[in-house]
């Protein structure tokens, strides 16, 4: 697309685009680094992402007063105002991603010794995943890339499928042993923090979508998680 | 799926040009000033009580196309209109009809407010007397009055009703103009810049009026403020080096436009 005619004006775009750029950045950083925690047990390596996510939070604060004073003083138009407003929603999604990768954080301190290294191995894949997802539609923005995002928003459902089992997983555990309940339930927020976080990335690569073409994504969300239904199934069952 | 069903024209067509009636329509128009074609091959539907707006760089044909409608061009000697504009399914260049009637149907609002030396009643009083709608004193007092009261006038200038137009300020002086166009109360409004010489508190009082007015009224309206066209109008047309390049919902255009050249004018980008 052509610049403006008013330069600043570019630069004010450019400048929401690199700080979503730095956020996503350390998004995808503290989420690799917190599935890296859960795998390995490394409570050192937890502690330091719970410490760095202050850093998205100031971030995204920064790029909401940025986007307002841009539209304060540009009175964007079309493609202009859906950059902004893509920008402060994805700003928002990638901030509650870190909330999330905090939170699986701190969970890896309550799993670190009490459970069988082979329970983690499925919530570490599932994190792979997520991150996975995170990526593409991080990539998938940088470059404008609505054949990319759309293709992000079509894999939410694989996500979805690889919690179902986790959840039936960690709920036949729970079953066999009551001790096991207090460690499985700490995984069990684990994967819905992967699957939470999946759910945002389909939420910008929506956004993004939405930033192309000008409209909303019109498919029915690939929603796949059944389990608010499973656990009654399967008490059902017993 | 649905969206591989190809979609009949109507369809197509702006929303509000759908859920309204249709009061202007314009088919393959083309005008001249001399050598200069100064628009070309334009054809748009306008919609009976709504705001239309023209938008576009200066000299793309949005005024040119606007005084073509009330056939202002006429008085241009040079000046020559093809095609064909309908009122109401009425062809307004037929040889048999009254331009002056016709102009009485359809109210014009300038750029600079231009109210006659004359007092503030006489200002609105003199259209309806000529054109002969008001059958005794007391009815055009009535006119006189609902038409400042409909302009937002009203009660700035009851006291002083024999003070001269020209004494008010700007704002109030457009809406003298306007008080002015409505009280022969014609069918269209043609409204070319009418805020431009006002400043933001005046032109917010005369986007409120337009906004009240377009319940009973076609008005059409050339800005050459975006942010104006996008809070008045439900309907744009977008001009350039005259061509109509887009029309659509006032909605769609600012978001989401389909021209490129649309987009570039509108987020200012244009070279």
Known sequence: MSDHIVKAYDEDLANLKTMLAQMGGLAEDHLAKAIEALAKRDTKLADYVIGQDEKIDALELQLEERAILTIAKRQPMARDLREIMVAIRIASDLERIGDLAKNIAKRSHAISEALPRKLATGLTRMGRLSLEQLKDVLDAYTTTDDAKALEVWRNDGELDALYNSIFRELLTYMMEDPRMIGPCTHLLFGAKNFERIGDHATNIAENIHYLVSGRPMREERPKKDTTSTTAFDSLNER | ?271
């Open chain 2, 1 to 271: 799926m649905d969206t591989m069903i190809k979609t009949p024209v109507a369809d197509s067509a702006p929303r509000i040009a759908r859920e309204r009636p249709l009061k202007i329509k314009a088919r393959n128009v083309d005008v001249y000033y001399g050598e200069k074609h100064a628009i070309n091959d334009l054809s748009i539907d306008i919609p009976d009580s709504a705001v239309s707006a023209f938008i576009g760089p200066s000299g793309c044909g949005k005024s040119t196309f606007l005084r073509s409608i009330n056939r202002m061009n006429d008085t241009i000697p040079s000046c020559r209109v093809t095609g064909n504009i309908e009122i109401d399914g009425r062809d307004i260049y037929d040889r048999g009809l009254d331009v002056v009637q016709l102009r009485a149907r359809i109210g014009m609002v300038f750029q600079k407010p231009n109210p006659f030396p004359k007092s503030i009643y006489e200002n609105v009083a003199y259209g309806p007397r000529i054109h002969g709608f008001a059958k005794n004193k007391t009815d055009l007092e009535e006119i006189v009055v609902t038409s400042l009261k409909k302009a937002g006038l009203f009660e700035e200038v009851k006291d002083r009703l024999d003070h001269s137009g020209t004494s008010l300020s700007g704002g109030q002086q457009q809406r003298l103009c306007i008080a002015r166009a409505i009280a022969v109360n014609p069918e269209v409004i043609l409204m070319d810049e009418p805020c431009s010489a006002l400043d933001p508190i005046a032109t917010a009082r005369i986007e409120e009026l337009i906004d009240e007015l377009r319940q009973n009224f076609c008005i059409v309206i050339v800005t050459h403020s975006m942010q104006q066209a996008a809070r008045v109008s439900q309907l744009t047309a977008f001009f350039h080096l005259g061509n109509l390049v887009e029309v659509g919902d006032t909605d769609d255009i600012f978001t989401a436009p389909k021209d490129k050249r649309t987009q570039d004018y509108i987020t200012g980008r244009f070279g």
